[in-house]
């Protein structure tokens, strides 16, 4: 592992859902600024997974430690993770700006706007920090999204199905910006996704989930 620090461990993480086993014993980690994906069908646990790491749900067995601290019980505003969903979950009454803002409100007002305009050059919104989610592209969108997720400077950030609601070719131009954007920004990510060239062109290393039954 090049003796690089780890940002995340999960270890023997199991998770039921209707009594049907969803993951078995599954371990994980992650590298300093690394990005991993999670690669596979549709109920294969993936998604159920990130939702763990995140806080979103619990399992029900297994530990999560993030930067060397136990997070297993921890809720998920305190887990300093960045979250990405495919279907952006901008908030529409906001400027692109005001969306970037809104996770910053723990700094004071002179640093949260440095910050932003930072995160804005980062993720090349500066010219789009005016408009509205509905003024920009689906590509801008997610951009705005990822910008959002950063500008807290979480020790992760986890994307889920980024690009599923993306035509193809928005698809592949997205893909490296995001790899990009995460890469320059120094933040470790894990994005599930379904399509092996998500996962082939954004991570650094695939991890293949098979259903559990």
């Known amino acids: 592992m090049n003796h690089q620090q780890t940002t995340l461990t999960a270890k023997n993480i199991s998770k039921k859902l209707g009594g049907k086993p969803i993951l078995k014993d599954i371990s994980l980690n992650l590298i300093q600024s690394e990005i991993i994906a999670l690669l596979g069908n549709s109920g294969c646990g993936k998604t159920t997974l990130l939702r763990i790491i995140a806080g979103l749900e619990t ?13 297993t019980t921890l809720p998920p505003e305190k887990r300093n993770i960045g979250l990405v969903f495919q279907d952006f979950a901008l908030f529409p009454h ?14 004071p007002k ?15 919104l500066t010219e ?8 920009l592209s689906g590509g801008q969108q997610q951009r705005v999204a ?54 082939d062109t954004v991570a650094d ?9």
């Not at 789009?128 to 003024?135: I, L, M, V």
């Open 59 to 71: 399992p029900d067995q297994g530990t999560i430690h993030l930067s060397e601290k136990n997070i």
């Open 94 to 107: 906001m400027s692109v700006k005001k969306n970037i803002l809104y996770g910053l409100h723990n700094l």
């Open 110 to 124: 002179k640093q949260r706007n440095t910050r932003t305009q930072e995160i804005l050059k980062t993720t090349s």
């Open 128 to 135: 789009h920090q005016n408009k509205y989610p509905h003024q």
């Open 146 to 199: 990822l910008a959002r997720a950063l500008a807290p400077s979480p020790s992760l950030v986890l994307l889920d199905e980024p690009f599923s609601n993306l035509d193809a070719s928005l698809r592949e131009n997205l893909r490296k910006t995001v790899r990009e954007i995460l890469k320059k920004s120094h933040t470790p990510a894990i994005i599930v996704t379904h399509d092996q060239a998500d996962a």
């Open 205 to 213: 290393r695939i991890i293949t989930m098979t259903n559990q039954t």
